[in-house]
């Protein structure tokens, strides 16, 4: 079975400065990779995915992730965060079943 | 296109009593999905539809929670009786079944139904 560890539960960070947040995940076969965003009293929406090919991914917002094989790793990155980017993480992982597994979550937030 | 239709949005029982919620899926999507989501956790798949066939439901404590999709589209979630460990919120999610992974993998959620059992 696939699992899925985001290293930090809370992420505290000021308006304008980088952000990664981390994922390892276990598997014994290939995953595929996904970051969603929550906001309060909102549904899960999708910053993006990796399936396959280009091991960097870009998404929404201006996010971008890396896949890491070797390193059973897809953090998540933003060079410079808004105010708005206050909302709770969360990494996922499937193994091409369309399941997805999550981790516990990641709260970020932004200060002026 | 409008987007996964949950409801209520909030709902507040006894344990013991029973509840239910409802999803409507984006309009052509196949596959429906229920998540928990506790308080300080990810979310959880509670059971996978294919159209109105299950395709997943080993999450599912089914001594007290059910689930049908009647006619391929709307889905109903009920808890018969709850517990306090019930308390989550409830996420429906959808997504088409096409050929490409790119696609069914894009999936949509819905708002959810906070319950609290008290």
């Known amino acids: 079975a696939q699992s899925v560890t985001q290293l930090d539960s809370q992420v505290p960070v000021f308006e304008e400065a980088p952000v990664e947040l981390r994922c390892n995940y276990s598997?014994?076969?290939?995953?595929?990779l996904f970051w969603y965003v929550q906001y309060p009293n909102q549904g899960l929406q999708l910053l993006l995915k990796?399936?396959?090919?280009?091991?960097l991914v870009k998404g929404i917002n201006g996010f971008e992730a890396e896949f890491n094989k070797s390193q059973t790793s897809f953090h998540l990155r933003k060079p410079s965060v808004h105010i708005s980017d206050t909302a709770e993480y969360f990494c996922?992982?499937?193994?091409?079943?369309?399941?997805?597994?999550f981790g516990a979550g990641t709260t970020v937030t932004v200060r002026a | 296109e409008a987007g996964v239709a949950q409801s209520p949005r909030y709902k507040i029982i006894e344990k013991r009593q029973s509840v239910a919620f409802w999803c409507n899926p984006i309009?052509?999507?196949?596959?429906l999905y229920w998540y928990q989501q506790i308080l300080g956790q990810g979310p959880k798949l509670l059971i996978q539809?294919?159209?109105?066939?299950?395709?997943?439901d080993s999450q599912l404590p089914k001594d007290r929670f059910s689930a049908e999709r009647l006619k391929g589209v709307d889905s109903t979630l009920k808890i018969q009786p709850a517990k306090l460990e019930d308390s989550a919120v409830y996420l429906c999610?959808?997504?088409?079944?096409?050929?490409?992974?790119?696609?069914?993998?894009?999936?949509?959620f819905g708002s959810g139904t906070r319950l609290t059992v008290v």
């Open positions: 999610a959808s997504s088409p079944n096409l050929e490409d992974r790119e696609s069914n993998y894009g999936y949509t």
């Open positions: 990796y399936l396959s090919g280009s091991t």
């Open positions: 996922a992982v499937s193994v091409d079943d369309y399941k997805l597994s």
């Open positions: 598997s014994s076969v290939s995953v595929y």
């Open positions: 309009s052509g999507h196949a596959t």
């Open positions: 539809f294919q159209n109105n066939g299950v395709v997943d």
